[in-house]
């Protein structure tokens, strides 16, 4: 059974820290792992990640995927209040596209 | 403006009574999908669809049925609602060859 396990499951931080969220899988025929973001309403696209030891960024936002360990970390550097949400992690695989499992969601939580 | 919509956004409902759901994908997408989202198990997949008539279970797929009859809409039934489906609901879509998948704003269903 394909599993996805994220951690912490929730993170409490202040203005202006650096936060690492966790992304461990376990998939038949592995193809890409996804990081979304969802605040009160649908999941938003952040990273697709399919080749080992690429880092993606976009902003104060990057991704990273190591595919001899089975995980991914996201971070988040310079945090701010906007960017308080759950944090989604996916992995897609198996022999046909259009199936996603999700990982539980990391809440964080950012003070002023 | 390219979106997934979904119908109703809120949803009370008693025990036995027949309830769809609809979605609506305007991107042309081959690939929809319907999850639930429940506190501490994050986004599971009920049933997925890679085509019109061609649709797949999730992991969750007990006390739902779907249909693709249109490629742009793929409706949830739920024949018979329980309190356990009391839920949130998202419909997502994504292209032929992708991972990358779009998310409806979500609904609400709440089972009496």
């Known amino acids: 059974e394909d599993k996805v396990v994220q951690s912490p499951l929730s993170l409490v931080v202040h203005e202006g820290d650096t936060v690492t969220l966790n992304c461990s899988y376990e998939?038949?025929?592995?193809?890409?792992l996804l990081w979304y973001k969802q605040e009160k309403k649908a999941p938003t696209f952040l990273f697709m990640l399919?080749?080992?030891?690429i880092e993606k960024k976009s902003g104060r936002l990057s991704s990273i995927l190591d595919k001899k360990e089975l995980f991914s970390i996201l971070n988040i550097t310079a945090t701010q209040t906007g960017d308080s949400a759950i944090y989604l992690c996916?992995?897609?695989?198996?022999?046909?596209?259009?199936?996603?499992?999700f990982g539980q969601g990391t809440i964080l939580t950012v003070h002023p | 403006e390219a979106q997934v919509t979904q119908n109703p956004r809120y949803l009370i409902t008693v025990t036995g009574k027949k309830l769809t759901v609809t979605c609506s994908q305007n991107?042309?997408?081959?690939?929809m999908s319907w999850y639930r989202q429940d506190p501490g198990l994050g986004l599971r997949q009920i049933y997925y669809?890679?085509?019109?008539?061609?649709?797949d279970k999730g992991d969750v797929p007990e006390g739902y049925k779907v249909s693709r009859k249109e490629k742009r809409n793929f409706p949830l039934i739920l024949e018979s609602p329980s309190p356990n489906q009391t839920s949130l609901y998202f419909c997502?879509?994504?292209?032929?060859?992708?991972?990358?998948?779009?998310f409806g704003p979500g609904t609400r269903l709440t089972v009496l």
């Open positions: 997502a879509s994504s292209l032929m060859g992708t991972d990358t998948q779009y």
């Open positions: 998939v038949t025929n592995f193809r890409s």
């Open positions: 399919t080749s080992s030891g």
């Open positions: 996916a992995a897609a695989g198996g022999t046909s596209y259009g199936k996603l499992t």
């Open positions: 991107m042309n997408h081959e690939y």
């Open positions: 669809s890679m085509n019109v008539e061609v649709t």
